[in-house]
């Protein structure tokens, strides 16, 4: 992406995100020797794609092959998660919290991204709710250098159960009042999901100013949606589905800071505070 593209604010991104980020992958790879592994977590609408999109083309410059890996593009099926929400229970077929993702075939994916052969990466379609068929998936040749592998909740950890008893918003009260589903969430979480946090080599945090901001930078995401096809939730649509990442999004912004390898504080405009830069 040439500088001059950008809007002055993601430009600012640029150089206080994106190329220190770069540049120390690209330090840790030559050190490693072996394919690096960076987890990104950054709540909806944070800016998280795009700054990894632009991170991989600077690592390509610097001629290290690299992927960026979303973990949105391993959800479960639409028709597995509906079975999930008949077994266990029905807010398990929204997409997003964990239990909701395919994490053996994401485990498979990242292992396979560290030895020789190719692989292909899959990808899910949200217009549709289904991952796109395997034949249209991307293949790369293995290993690579660096993977970039972002997501709402990566590097995310479980809550103690005490936590779990009052709820955090209408949803919780009213569609999960016997904490059904926030347990079965935090019990994958717990995990599974550990399992697979646990092939990164460091966390990164893109750290929003608060989860009523994440509302907000979602909802313009969706006006955005419906401006440009015509077709997109409303308000109400977006309120209640961002309410399923409240309670993790909350105990992200409070907890992970303390762990992660290096936090970017955003400002409500998702432009980064000025801080310590990343060494």
């Known amino acids: 992406m040439k500088a001059e593209a950008l809007p002055e604010s993601f430009r600012e991104t640029v150089e206080l995100v994106c190329e220190p980020l770069a540049a120390r992958a690209a330090r840790l790879r030559q050190v490693r020797r072996r394919t690096l592994t960076l987890g990104i977590c950054g709540a909806q609408g944070s800016g998280k794609s795009t700054i990894v999109a632009v991170t991989k083309r600077l690592l390509e410059k610097r ?8 973990l949105d593009d391993f959800y479960l099926p639409k028709a597995a998660r509906e079975q999930l929400a008949r077994d266990v229970h029905p807010l ?3 997409r997003g919290p964990p239990g909701t993702h395919d994490i053996r075939l994401a485990g498979a994916v990242l292992d396979q991204l560290r030895i020789k052969g190719r692989v292909a990466l899959p990808s899910f379609d949200k217009a549709t709710d289904n991952r796109r068929p395997r034949g249209g998936w991307e293949t790369v040749a293995t290993p690579v250098d660096i993977v970039l592998f972002e997501g709402w909740c990566v590097g995310a950890v479980a ?7 009052q709820p955090v918003n209408d949803l919780e009260r009213d569609d999960d009042p016997q904490a059904v589903w926030r347990t079965y969430v935090n019990d994958q979480l717990d995990r599974p999901y550990q399992e697979l946090f646990a092939r990164y080599q460091e966390l990164i945090m893109l750290k929003a100013p608060s989860f009523e901001t994440v509302l907000v930078w979602r909802t313009e995401q969706e006006h955005k949606l419906r401006a440009r096809t015509g077709q997109g939730m409303s308000d109400a649509e977006v309120a209640r589905f961002i309410a399923h990442y409240e309670r993790l999004t909350r105990w992200i912004l409070a907890e992970m800071p303390e762990r992660a390898r290096w936090v970017v504080q955003l400002d409500e405009t998702r432009r980064p505070l000025p801080e310590v830069p990343l060494d």
């Open 159 to 165: 809550q103690g159960a005490a936590a779990l008893r």
């Open 92 to 94: 398990l077929a929204t």
């Open 63 to 70: 001629g290290l092959s690299t992927v960026a890996l979303s």
